[in-house]
């Protein structure tokens, strides 16, 4: 399951980072 | 499609709020049921992968066809408007973000099946191969230039990069691959389980939702930095005519 858990838990975290990032740089532009 | 975000809230509003749930949803329900997938005989757990690895990879496709769209929309005099071009550098950007997460899924699927991270396989390289065109377009739309030269370059880099998607799309057909066929096109004989197959679905459906919310997002962090840039000219040639008029 090392595989599989290693697909999911990237992608999870990649995104997520993106999502935060994006999120923090349209406020900090208001 | 107006630039001007006069509103200066940031760039959540109660439509992306309800996509943004709906994307979060939908993501969630994917892992829940891509992770409780059964083993299979050929692949073990590894098969669990199909419920985010090909939803991923047509998300890229979707980023990469809307970023070519809204460039044929910036180059028909008719629709011109800055917005598009804006669109189209935004929907590249969340292009890197899934194509590079279909090239790294897919590593990480490839290793215990075929035994190596990487192989040069048409399918694998073209995908590479995407990331590149999609780097480069980016790294052209950050060379300083007039908006509008910068979007007429930009347009006309992404319609012809655009054209790698569909020989990505069928490489597996035209050519000898390791990777497999179109899973939702197998024969009868070789058809998905349908647990498999609601998995990938429900993956298409979650990443589509999540690289929508994200694209708006950043098509709205793109309209704030634009609206700054216009600001500050502004303060600069007004700076400038004050002194014009002390001199």
Known sequence: MTYVWAGYGITLAV???????VVHRGRSLK | MNTRNTGRRGTG?????????????????????????????????????????PGIAWASYVAFGVTALASALWLWPRTRSLAWDLLAG?????????????????????RPTWGAW???????????????????YLALRRVPADSEVRARRSALAALLAVLVVPVNHYAVQWWR???????????????????????????????????????????????????????????????????AVTA
């Not at chain 2, 709020?17 to 329900?29: C, K, N, Q, R, Y």
């Not at chain 2, 192989?119 to 780097?135: C, G, H, I, P």
């Not at chain 2, 962090?221 to 600001?231: F, G, H, I, N, S």
């Open chain 2, 177 to 243: 691959t390791l990777h497999q066929g179109g899973s939702l096109s197998l024969t009868p004989k070789d058809a998905l389980d349908g647990k498999f197959i609601f998995a990938m679905v429900l993956g298409f459906l979650a990443m589509t939702l999540v690289y929508a919310w994200l694209t708006v997002h950043r098509f709205r962090v793109a309209q704030l930095e634009e609206d700054l840039v216009d600001d500050d000219l502004d303060a600069a040639l007004e700076a400038r005519r004050r002194e």
């Open chain 2, 90 to 110: 935004a929907s590249a950007e969340v292009g890197v973000l899934f194509t590079a997460l279909t090239l790294i899924t897919g590593s990480i699927w490839g």
């Open chain 2, 13 to 53: 509003t109660a439509v992306t709020m309800t996509l943004g749930i709906a994307a979060l949803a939908s993501l969630a329900a994917t892992y829940a049921v891509g992770l409780s997938l059964p083993r299979t005989y050929e692949q073990g757990d590894y098969s669990k992968l199909i419920a985010i690895h």
């Open chain 2, 118 to 136: 990487w192989v040069w396989d048409a399918r694998l390289t073209l995908s590479a191969l995407e990331l590149m065109l999609l780097l480069g």
């Open chain 1, 15 to 21: 995104l997520a980072a993106y999502a935060g990032w």
